[in-house]
């Protein structure tokens, strides 16, 4: 694979959710790359629209109710949403008959890339496995339908897949209930790594786990990125994680990216309000303060997002003009872009 070439691009994803009280609005016009080989983090709170990210790339979006608005999902360079945009039309007899061909076009291929060339790792185990199937029969299912070898070879490789993620081979014929949750986690892994694919999307793999098994699961995924050269997005809400195992970050808030950039841009040198929050919030061992430092209020409700900064509410530092736009995001250093109204009027004023 080139190198210098994008493994994933998403531009302007839109997305929203047609629901009895109204509409959602879980993903605004956000944006990224990755590259192949990199690991990103993608950080925000419950609610966020992190995972609607993730299912958006996957193509497992539940229609209905989600609708994609505008936007472009490509994977080495293949579009994979429909060329038709559901931002007119929702309820269009005709609209709906054309999308529905569209999106079976889409779905076949989707069926080609999934876990071959796109995997992932939900976040609950528990659900994510077939608790009637055989652990090793879930991970040679994935091989004998992407790589076509026979029932002996897929079994075989299943067999290696367990081994290589510490599982002994002995236990491919049992069942997930016969796992503990750090088990089931390196089952779902060995499945995702099963046909060795270019990109691995991991939604909060180890939120469910206790703290010595989080950090045996990150050092697995950090060495099977080093011997298969696997991209990951590493959706999570822990900066301890991003630390751990990223080599960039984003942080996403009420559906918008508000901040992206290398670790030392966002752990070193952040600046978005939100961002700064987050990391006030966290223990400090250099800190003799008694109490944390909590954002006050909630996250905007995406069923009434303002027309103006979403985080206006909740900013300590917000000014009037903070409320005339929602702002956009502007580089700040190279690689380092961040959406604020007040660090865009620094910026102006010392030009």
Do not use: W
């Amino acid at each position: 694979m080139d190198k210098t070439k994008n493994l994933l691009e998403v531009r302007n994803l839109t997305v929203h959710y047609e629901t009895d009280e109204g509409i959602c609005e879980a993903v605004n016009d956000i944006s990224f790359d990755i590259h192949p080989g990199e690991i990103l983090g993608v950080v925000g709170e419950t609610g966020a629209g992190k995972t609607t990210i993730a299912l958006s790339i996957m193509g497992l979006l539940p229609k209905p109710p989600a609708h994609v608005i505008s936007g472009s999902i490509k994977i080495e360079g293949n579009e994979m949403l429909s060329e038709k945009p559901e931002a007119k039309g929702f309820f269009d007899f005709a609209h709906k008959k054309a999308r529905k061909r569209d999106e079976k076009r889409l779905e076949s291929i989707y069926r080609t890339i999934r876990g071959k060339k796109v995997s992932m790792m939900f976040q609950d185990p528990m659900t994510a496995l077939n608790p009637v199937l055989y652990v090793g029969d879930q991970i040679a299912e994935v091989i004998r339908i992407h790589e076509k070898v026979s029932e002996a070879e897929a079994e075989k490789r299943a067999g290696e897949m367990l081994e290589l993620v510490g599982i002994p081979r002995d236990r491919y014929k049992e069942y997930p209930h016969q796992f503990s949750g750090g088990m089931k986690q390196r089952v779902v892994i060995a499945i995702a790594l099963a046909c060795r694919p270019d990109l691995i999307i991991a939604d909060e793999p180890t939120t469910a786990l206790d703290v010595t098994i989080q950090a045996q699961i990150l050092e697995m995924m950090k060495e099977l990125q080093r011997k298969f050269g696997t991209a990951i997005m590493l959706i999570t809400h822990d900066f301890g994680v991003v630390a751990e195992i990223c080599d960039r970050c984003m942080v996403v808030y009420a559906g918008e990216k508000i901040e992206e950039g290398s670790l030392e841009d966002i752990f070193d040198h952040r600046e978005h309000p939100y961002t700064k929050g987050l990391f006030d919030s966290l223990p400090n061992l250099q800190d003799d303060s008694p109490r944390l430092k909590p954002i006050p209020g909630l996250m905007s409700n995406p069923m009434d997002l303002p027309s103006y900064c979403s985080f206006y509410d909740r900013c300590s530092v917000k000014c009037d003009s903070c409320k005339n736009s929602n702002p956009k995001l502007i580089e700040i250093t190279p690689g380092h872009t961040v959406a604020c109204s007040r660090i865009a009027q620094a910026q102006k004023e010392a030009k």
